[in-house]
């Protein structure tokens, strides 16, 4: 072994720690390729889990490879190694987003710290309770975004009504297009026995329950009903959101933005707040316009981050590393 390679059961056990990233309806659009007798892993998104009327451009799979991205370094930082980043979305090789060198050299104690999160961040789908989240924690999650080249932007009352009103006309806009709502059902699983096993996607116990009114910040998944048995709450009213965004809107910026959501919502996790993702408003180029707020600096919103204390919700599951991970 020279001093560049990377022993097989740490890269596997680092990739393992990566794929615990949130990704657009769970499909964990990523692959993972380290070159043997080097000591570099190469990231790619992996075409085959697109969603074409969703996500046409492939940002949201960006950002879900730059969230496993950010978790890599973590893992890198957690086995005392320093993660040296390239990112390399490229007009010629589109789906290769990155290459991650990993160095035996001084550790980032920051990143490290953030390794027991991977595994217990969890996104809720549930109702927060009111407690006022402390400014010092909000101040911290924005130094994160910022670490990140990424700006997190806590909108006042009127903007967050603005967003809030957004979910709930992409709730319409979906409820219009019948491939739109072909595509998201093909990435739940309702339980039902033929799913058993199913190592994507979201499972019925991670939809949360049904709002009771139209007040709701979570995305309901299940319209048509397919799941039984879930229960009727009320929601906050107005949730406290953040928005994480960039001033251009580039695949790099993508990537920037998945490793810049990682970072907060691990930071989050340790500090005992829960969260859930909306992206359904920005998943329509219409409305993703109006999400901004034009009073902050952010040109172009990529994730929409509720924050709040309540249940944390439930691992969901994850392909084995075997089908993500080559060697060659």
């Given at each position: 072994m020279t001093t560049t390679d990377l022993p097989r059961a740490l890269v596997t056990s680092m990739v393992e720690d990566a794929v615990t990233a949130p990704s657009m309806h769970n499909a964990q659009p990523w692959r993972f390729v380290h070159r043997t007798g080097t000591d570099t892993v190469e990231l790619h998104g992996d075409p085959s889990r697109e969603m074409p009327r969703e996500d046409p451009d492939h940002r949201a799979l960006h950002i879900g490879c730059g969230a496993a991205l950010f978790n890599l370094r973590v893992a890198a930082a957690h086995h005392g190694r320093r993660a040296a980043t390239r990112l390399?979305?490229?007009?010629?090789?589109?789906?290769?987003?990155?290459d991650v060198q990993l160095r035996q050299a001084p550790v980032d104690d920051e990143l490290a710290a953030l390794h027991p999160a991977l595994r217990s961040r969890h996104t809720s789908r549930f109702p927060f309770t009111d407690e006022q989240i402390p400014p010092e924690i909000l101040d911290g999650l924005k130094a994160a975004a910022l670490l990140e080249g990424c700006r997190l932007v806590l909108p006042g009352a009127w903007h967050t009504d603005t967003v809030m009103g957004l979910v709930h006309a992409s709730e319409l806009f979906e409820a219009a297009d019948a491939s739109v709502r072909a595509e998201i059902a093909a990435?739940?699983?309702?339980g039902a026995a033929e799913e058993d096993g199913a190592q994507e996607g979201i499972p019925s116990y991670a939809l949360g329950p049904r709002q009771y009114d139209v007040t709701s910040p979570v995305r309901d998944f299940d319209t048509t009903r397919r799941v039984t048995g879930r229960s009727s709450v009320r929601f906050e009213k107005r949730p406290l959101i953040a928005l994480l965004g960039t001033t251009t809107d580039t695949p790099?910026?993508?990537l920037e933005a998945g490793q810049a959501m990682q970072h907060v919502l691990l930071r989050a996790t340790l500090d005992g707040l829960s969260t859930s993702l909306m992206s359904q408003p920005l998943e329509w180029p219409e409305l993703r316009a109006e999400a901004r707020d034009p009073g902050s600096p952010i040109g172009y919103v990529h994730m929409v981050i509720r924050l709040g204390y309540g249940p944390r919700g439930r691992t969901t599951p994850r392909r084995p590393v075997s089908e993500v991970l080559s060697f060659d």
């Open positions: 390399l979305p490229r007009r010629d090789d589109p789906w290769h987003l990155a990435w739940i699983r309702t790099g910026d993508w």
